[in-house]
């Protein structure tokens, strides 16, 4: 079965902060790849840091590994952000979101990012030592 995210305008989906540890391909529309890592991810779509900017609307395919398996799903290039990563470098970041996912594409997307805010959650139940005296 397929899956299409859908966005709550009531509250966004959980993400996942990666800092560009992941890598990622993204697959344009007349056959082209472009090279990109992930910055953050969600189950409604994420962010890519690429070396030039994509144009906003066209629908692409992005591949990438999670811990829970490999991820290809269809997404719609967003909004570049307006700023570079870094003052000397002509990078950008591109939000993307999500069109289609696969069974097993959404199955390892959801447990990674599940993994993840249960990791969050634990670590913020934890009470310092020293606030335990």
């Given amino acids: 079965m397929t899956h299409f995210p859908q966005t709550q305008s009531q509250r966004r989906a959980p993400r996942i902060q990666l800092g560009g540890s992941v890598p990622a391909i993204v697959m344009l529309e007349d056959g082209q790849r472009a090279k990109a890592n992930l910055q953050t991810v969600s189950v409604t ?35 570049p952000l307006p700023r570079p990563v870094s003052k000397t470098s002509s990078d950008t970041r591109q939000a993307f979101r999500f069109i289609a996912l696969g069974d097993d594409d959404h199955r390892a997307l959801r447990m990674a990012v599940d993994s993840a805010s249960d990791l969050s959650f634990l670590k913020v139940r934890q009470r310092p030592s020293f606030l335990s005296k």
């Fill in 45 to 79: 779509g994420g962010l890519l840091h690429l070396t030039k900017s994509l144009n906003q609307g066209d629908f692409v395919e992005v591949a990438f590994q999670m811990q829970h398996g490999a991820v290809r799903v269809m997404a719609e290039r967003l909004s």
